[in-house]
């Protein structure tokens, strides 16, 4: 059932991330310059893959970010990686994508590993199911109808770009709360390609991005078919 698919889909993504957070954990918590911002970067709020979310505050001013950190292990994880970067700054200035304030990167000194570092607005609300969470699972119809109706700008934002933008991992865990505000984020799953699968072989290979990239139970339901 759907409690399965969850627990599954945490088993795995943990599995994938075990061999960054090693290596995430060689990170120093002193402060960073990062685009020329003093950072220190303080407690984890999340991971995934290989990236993890901390709190973190700007030294001298207090002001409060989150920050994501992407281990570059090479090759197409330091690709995405860059990817993630260029289509984030594209997409700054929209209302509900969420803000980027600088970034950078980190090599790690005793694992030699570089870190992309993207210092972000701190969305306090937590992210959509959170809220479901807080709220009972009863929320009213007309706030209902106010975060759907952001969620469907965010998204738009992405599809009017030129080329389109498809997240292809759109979930209630992507969307944060900034006061009243629904942010966009997660923008590592991107992509620009448009095109008809014909062979086989194009199904086949398309269907493994598929699964890396889209989470599971919140995929369309002609993609988990066979």
């Not at 990817?83 to 005793?110: C, P, S, Y």
């Not at 007309?142 to 599809?159: M, W």
Request: charged share 25%; with cysteine.
């Amino acid at each position: 059932g759907g409690a399965e698919l969850i627990d599954n889909a945490y088993k795995m993504s943990q599995k994938a991330a075990a061999g960054a957070a090693a290596v995430a954990k060689a990170a120093s918590y002193t402060t960073h310059d990062i685009g020329g911002m003093q950072i220190q970067i303080g407690a984890q709020l999340a991971e995934g893959g290989y990236s993890f979310v901390h709190f973190a505050e700007e030294a001298g001013t207090g002001r409060q970010f989150a920050l994501k950190r992407i281990v570059m292990m090479g090759g197409e994880a330091n690709k995405n990686a860059k990817w993630e970067l260029d289509v984030l700054r594209k997409l700054q200035g929209h209302k509900n994508i969420m803000k980027l304030f600088a970034h950078g990167t980190m090599r790690l000194k005793r694992d030699g590993c570089t870190e992309m570092l993207f210092v972000c607005e701190l969305c306090d609300g937590g992210h959509l199911y959170d809220f479901y969470q807080k709220m009972g699972g009863k929320i009213p119809e007309e706030k209902l109808i106010d975060l759907f109706s952001q969620c469907c700008e965010g998204v738009g934002y992405l599809h009017s770009q030129q080329p389109a933008l498809a997240h292809r991992d759109i979930k209630i865990e992507n969307f944060l709360l900034q006061g009243d505000t629904v942010k966009l984020c997660d923008f590592g799953s991107c992509t620009a390609g448009a095109k008809v699968y014909e062979s086989r072989k194009d199904i086949l290979d398309e269907e493994e991005i598929i699964q890396k990239y889209s989470t599971m139970m919140y995929r369309a339901p002609e993609l988990p078919e066979p």
